[in-house]
């Protein structure tokens, strides 16, 4: 059974920091490109952060650049992302989502994604 689970969300005051991760199992991702996606209450999902397979190029949505950084483990198949400076509007559930075939491009859609996670809540309080 192929599993996605994220971990390391919680509560936390703007200007920290929190870092998540994402345990994969039943399926090795360590040839397929993976990404961090968050939706708040009444809002649609949005692309956070991506990586290549290799770990070699990341991608980050504006609204997280310089804040944020995605890297993974592929040894241990498990992708992080790093939140540092965190705001308010960083208050959201934080998805997993990965490829399950090789592929040269790093998605930054969801839907282009195959599997995911349950997710985790952060919130950032004021």
């Known amino acids: 059974q192929v599993q996605l689970v994220e971990s390391g969300g919680g509560l936390v005051q703007a200007g920290g920091s929190l870092r998540l991760s994402c345990a994969a199992s039943?399926?090795?991702?360590?040839?397929?490109?993976m990404g961090w996606f968050r939706q708040a209450p009444g809002k649609e999902r949005e692309f956070v952060a991506a990586i290549n397979w290799s770990g070699g190029s990341t991608y980050y949505a504006d609204s997280v650049k310089g804040r944020f950084t995605i890297s993974r483990d592929n040894a241990k198949n498990t992708v992080y992302l790093q939140m540092n400076s965190l705001k308010p509007e960083d208050t959201a559930v934080y998805y997993c989502?990965?490829?399950?075939?090789?592929?040269?491009?790093?998605?930054?859609?969801?839907?282009?994604?195959?599997?995911w996670g349950q997710g985790t809540q952060v919130t950032v309080s004021s």
């Open positions: 989502e990965a490829r399950n075939y090789d592929s040269d491009d790093t998605p930054r859609g969801a839907a282009e994604y195959d599997d």
């Open positions: 039943g399926r090795t991702y360590s040839s397929y490109p």
